[in-house]
């Protein structure tokens, strides 16, 4: 089963090299291929991510965090297509037990999970950590059933060809929820507890914890009751 890796980066040249470091370090011989997309890039992104050896970059100009995960979906040959964010540091053995996973479960059709923050003073971390498991978690076990984090999730690459990929009208906020509500309605979507990677909480530093939470909890409820995000504007942060 090989497994295609598609990062979305725009102006991410602070980032994008300890990723893909990390990701060749950990992955191995676990990934099939590396897709970067600079998505309209103005900075040396582009340029950095050539500079690893097998590492594919796209050029996406229409800047949007969908379209970049269309283009990365439609430059992918994998048989599974895992997305996270240039930001991303994954863990030992990450695609191993995706693949696992996938095995053993010919129905799943999306594969995600939480992520811890790298770079913010401990009581954030544990908030975080109070957000996934004593709110997320418990409301796609209990009423949801499905739940995908963008910068975390793995899905069958026939599936999501199969509903049209990502709705490239959504700009940022809702776009994971929306990608879940459709693959739930042709396979499995599993949303596991344990964390799987970390990635910097830049967004959330910039923005307040309450208030970047209180954006995702609006935008998931709103994407997943009515089908369309509350928030089309966002602003990147680097």
């Known amino acids: 089963m ?24 950990k992955a191995g011989s676990d990934i099939y291929e590396i897709i970067v997309v600079d998505n309209a890039s103005t900075d040396n992104t582009a340029k950095v991510a050539k500079s690893f050896k097998g590492v594919k970059v796209v050029r996406e100009d229409r800047k949007g965090l969908t379209r970049a995960r269309q283009a990365g979906l439609m430059a992918a040959t994998g048989d599974l297509v895992a997305y996270i964010d240039a930001d991303t540091q994954i863990k030992d053995r990450w ?30 971390r544990m908030l975080v950590w109070s957000y996934w498991n004593l709110l997320a978690y418990p409301t796609y076990m209990l009423l949801m059933k499905y739940m995908v984090l963008g910068a975390n999730f793995v899905a069958r690459r026939s599936v999501l060809l199969k509903i049209g990929g990502f709705d490239q009208t959504i700009e940022f906020y809702g ?64």
């Open 2 to 25: 090989k497994i295609s890796v598609v990062i979305p980066a725009y102006n991410e040249e602070d980032y994008i090299g300890p990723t893909l470091e990390s990701l060749i370090n």
């Open 95 to 124: 695609f191993h037990h995706v693949k696992k996973e996938f095995e053993k479960n010919k129905r799943l059709v999306c594969l995600s999970a939480p992520y811890s923050v790298y770079d913010v003073s401990k009581w954030k």
């Open 175 to 238: 776009e994971d929820t929306d990608i879940a509500r459709r693959l739930n309605k042709v396979g499995k979507v599993k949303f596991l507890r344990k964390s799987l990677v970390t990635s910097s909480g830049r967004r959330m530093e910039a923005e307040g914890f309450v208030k970047i939470g209180a954006k995702y909890i609006s935008n998931f409820l709103s994407e997943a009751l009515l089908h369309r995000p509350i928030n089309q504007n966002y602003k990147d942060y680097r």
